[in-house]
């Protein structure tokens, strides 16, 4: 089944930086538009990011836009999210997630989650 | 951004009772609309897509339905498993947005 595996996580110091990546197997990740979403501790959930299939489009959630970056490989079947100007409420687990386009662009499969803390 | 608010935020039910979660965009997302589920823990995983379709697996007393700005989840016959959050989510635009979510719990 496909599967998608988030790592890069960990402890930040506010206005800090990190990358995060996820490894996706089990399907084709070059025909898929990817998404990244976060679920801050005990809230909800809220959609960071996505790519196209060849990178030539990314979108973003206002709250991050340039502060964060979303770019994939291809080749290593992998997406990234590099995360600059951390901010404390940038704090939550993220989420990789692949997009369905014969689902009507639905979050069909998700990653297990990287945590994320941004704290002094 | 279109904006997703899910009501009530949290509600309370016993096994077997019919319960119903609302979704309203903040403009028409036509029937581009999407279910999820999550448990303590866990990842969310999708429910239905595109208003009324199952995800493979999902079982048949989960249902939804709407067009537009309004869109409804119902669970008909509530089973212990069943005891979650669940989201909606937009994918009519290409910046995606979520509801703020339904928590269901045991009455």
């Known amino acids: 089944e496909v599967q998608l595996v988030e790592s890069g996580g960990g402890l930040v110091q506010p206005g800090g930086s990190l990358r995060l990546s996820c490894g996706a197997t089990r399907f084709m990740f070059s025909r898929y538009w990817m998404s990244w979403v976060r679920q801050t501790p005990g809230k909800g959930l809220e959609w960071v990011a996505n790519i196209k299939e060849d990178g030539s489009e990314k979108y973003y959630v206002d709250s991050v836009k340039g502060r964060f970056t979303i770019s994939r490989d291809n080749a290593k079947n992998s997406l990234y999210l590099q995360m600059n100007s951390l901010r404390v409420e940038d704090t939550a687990v993220y989420y990789c997630?692949?997009?369905?386009?014969?689902?009507?662009?639905?979050?069909?499969?998700w990653g297990q989650g990287t945590l994320v803390t941004v704290s002094s | 951004d279109i904006q997703m608010t899910q009501s009530p935020p949290s509600l309370s039910a016993s096994v077997g009772d019919r319960v119903t979660i609302t979704c309203r965009a903040s403009q028409s997302v036509s029937t581009s609309l999407n279910w999820y589920q999550q448990k303590p823990g866990t990842a969310p995983q999708l429910l239905i897509y595109?208003?009324?379709t199952l995800q493979r697996g999902v079982p048949s007393r989960f249902s939804g339905s709407g067009f537009g700005a309004i869109f409804i989840l119902t669970i008909s016959d509530l089973q212990p498993e069943d005891f979650a959050t669940y989201y909606c989510q937009q994918s009519y635009t290409t910046t995606r947005t979520f509801g703020q979510g339904t928590k269901v719990e045991v009455k």
């Open positions: 997630a692949r997009e369905s386009r014969s689902q009507f662009w639905s979050l069909d499969f």
């Open positions: 595109a208003t009324s």
